[in-house]
Structure formats: C-alpha cells, structure tokens
C-alpha cells in the first residue's frame, strides 16, 4: 500500500535559518502531493501542493519539487520566522489521502 | 466562506460507553472525510462519502464505528462502545470533489479521551 515517511522531529531553529523537511513517499500509482500545516491551537490547512513530477508548489515562502525519481517532496524555506512554528505534514493523494507522521518545528528569535 | 464545522470539540467518557460527533463541511462541498489522529501520528482516515454515497470505509473499524451523511451534507461518527485505544482527535474534513488533486479542508476536531 501507499506510505509517506517524514523526517522525525522536534526541529528547532533560529530565527532567518534555511529549513528542510525531508518527505519520501511510496505510491503504487500516479498521486498529488501535498504539505499541510497544524499552527497551535487551528486546524490543519493546506500550505502548497503539487500534482504531477517536476512541478513546484510554494506558499508563503516555502517550496517543495515532486522529484518522481527519488519518491520525494521535501519542504524547504529560505528563512524562516518564529510565526513558522508549527507542526508539517506531508501527505499524497491517490485512490485515498495518505499521512505522514507529522514534524514539529520550533523556530526561536 | 465559512469552514468546517465540527462539534463537541472535548469529549471525556468512560470505556464502553458510546459517543457521537458532528461535522458541517464547507457549503458545496460533496466529498467528507473523517480521520482519525492518534497522538503523535498523521491523521488515517476512516470514511470518505461522496455526496450522501460512502467511497471508502476500509479502515473504519465496523464492530464498534458507524457513520453517516443524511442528505449529502451533515455527517456524524458514532463509537459505541468505546475502547481505551479510540482516544485520538477525530478531525473531519471536506473537498469540493472527491479527486487526487483537491486539497482538504479540515476541521478543528474533536479530542475524545476514554477514561
């Protein structure tokens, strides 16, 4: 069946610090991808998405390639902001969505 | 536009006894979803239903969970009776359809502990 595999957390950073979230998947098929976030407190929401190899999704200045040759989709951002402390999600989409674990990042002034 | 609308958003009771949660998906909204998030882990899914319609109940656990969706819109998610490991946050979602490219809009959930 389908998987997706996250790297584990906590991840603490400074403030301004380059981030990756690394994300592999396992999927019989052809799926979407996706990156969603839990701040504390809220709900999950959609960050980006990307739904075929070699597409780039981004929002809010973060970034994930759907790389079909490595089975990845890690979440990268140039600089991040305390407001960024949150909790990852990857997840792909097939015949039914599929989570990953989840990845704590604590970003600090 | 409005979001998903999920109630209670605590719930304490004792193993063995039953449990019921509500979900209101975004207006227009034909597929739902409800998940499962134990602690520390991703959500799984339990049920999608497209419109009124289940498409995939293969990881609800039938001898104790039941869901419904009257009229293609309201859904609840029925445990009864209750095991010590059904605490978890139940979160309900919805999508516009039910395609591999639609993101999900999910609720806040509802954390269930079972004493």
């Known amino acids: 069946g389908n998987s997706v595999t996250q790297m584990e957390g906590p991840v603490t950073l400074s403030e301004e610090a380059f981030l990756t979230i690394n994300c592999t998947y396992t999927?019989?098929?052809?799926?979407?991808l996706f990156w969603y976030v839990q701040y504390p407190g809220e709900g999950l929401q959609l960050l980006l998405k990307?739904?075929?190899?070699?597409d780039k999704g981004s929002n809010k200045g973060f970034e994930a390639t759907y790389r079909k040759e490595t089975t990845s989709f890690h979440l990268e951002k140039g600089s991040v902001q305390v407001s960024d402390s949150a909790v990852y999600f990857c997840?792909?989409?097939?015949?039914?969505?599929?989570f990953g674990s989840g990845t704590q990042l604590t970003v600090l002034p | 536009e409005a979001g998903v609308a999920q109630s209670p958003r605590y719930k304490i009771i004792e193993k063995r006894q039953s449990v019921a949660f509500w979900c209101n998906p975004i207006?227009?909204?034909?597929?739902l979803y409800w998940y499962q998030q134990i602690l520390g882990q991703g959500p799984k899914l339990l049920i999608q239903?497209?419109?009124?319609?289940?498409?995939?109940d293969s990881q609800l656990p039938k001898d104790r969970f039941s869901a419904e969706r009257l009229k293609g819109v309201d859904s609840t998610l029925k445990i009864q009776p209750a095991k010590l490991e059904d605490s978890a946050v139940y979160l309900c979602?919805?999508?516009?359809?039910?395609?591999?490219?639609?993101?999900?809009?999910f609720g806040d959930g509802t954390r269930l502990s079972i004493l």
């Open positions: 979602a919805s999508s516009l359809e039910g395609g591999r490219d639609q993101p999900q809009h």
């Open positions: 999927a019989t098929g052809y799926p979407s």
């Open positions: 990307a739904t075929k190899a070699d």
């Open positions: 997840a792909l989409s097939e015949m039914q969505v599929t």
């Open positions: 207006s227009g909204h034909a597929t």
């Open positions: 239903f497209q419109n009124n319609g289940v498409v995939d």
